[in-house]
């Protein structure tokens, strides 16, 4: 990819086919995994989750996409097949910030997310970086102003502050594995 920035709207890009350099098809988008940073910084784009068959989700990282076009995805070709897991830290975008009430920082206006755009900042670095936003119109009934904004004119999707809780320790504490687990220590033999 080359020239101008690309970006690529999410709710867009969800359900296109992924295709591998060959042409043949790998599967489907069905939503694009970022990570959350504090302060102003956009969240940076982690990968794609594709879903192949048969209904098995996978994780493709952005490093391993070549091209967005608008009706396919090509990667690499090299994709691990194992199951996604969503890792703490990372949030999907249409899972979970689509449809999310959100605050305007200059009009201190809630506003509802209506989809999210992701720009390519370097060679295979993603960001986000426009949030496409709905004024008013709750419930059953959409109707509003659309207005598409910088992401940091948006205030409640970032990380909140640093401020690490025993849970949250307890629990990273519980996942990890001994760093010599198996390996016998020389001077015991």
Request: overall charge positive.
């Amino acid at each position: 990819m080359s020239g101008a920035p690309t970006r690529v709207f999410i709710a867009r890009l969800a359900g296109i086919a992924v295709f591998d350099p060959r042409g043949d098809q790998v599967g489907k988008v069905r939503d694009v995994v970022v990570a959350l940073r504090h302060g102003a910084n956009a969240p940076r784009v982690l990968g794609l989750v594709v879903e192949v068959q048969p209904r098995r989700r996978i994780f493709c990282p952005m490093t391993r996409v070549t091209n967005i076009d608008a009706g396919a995805v090509v990667t690499t070709g090299l994709l691990n097949m194992r199951r996604f897991e969503q890792r703490p830290g990372e949030t999907l975008v249409v899972s979970e910030l689509l449809d999310k009430r959100v605050t305007l920082v200059e009009a201190q206006e809630q506003v509802t997310v209506q989809d999210v755009a992701i720009q390519q900042d370097r060679t295979r670095d993603w960001s986000v970086s426009k949030i496409f936003v709905r004024k008013g119109g709750g419930g059953f009934r959409r109707r509003g102003e659309t207005v598409l904004v910088d992401w940091s004119a948006v205030a409640g999707l970032t990380l909140p502050d640093p401020v690490q809780g025993v849970e949250s320790l307890l629990a990273t504490v519980e996942k990890m594995r001994p760093a010599f687990a198996g390996v016998e220590r020389a001077d015991s033999l």
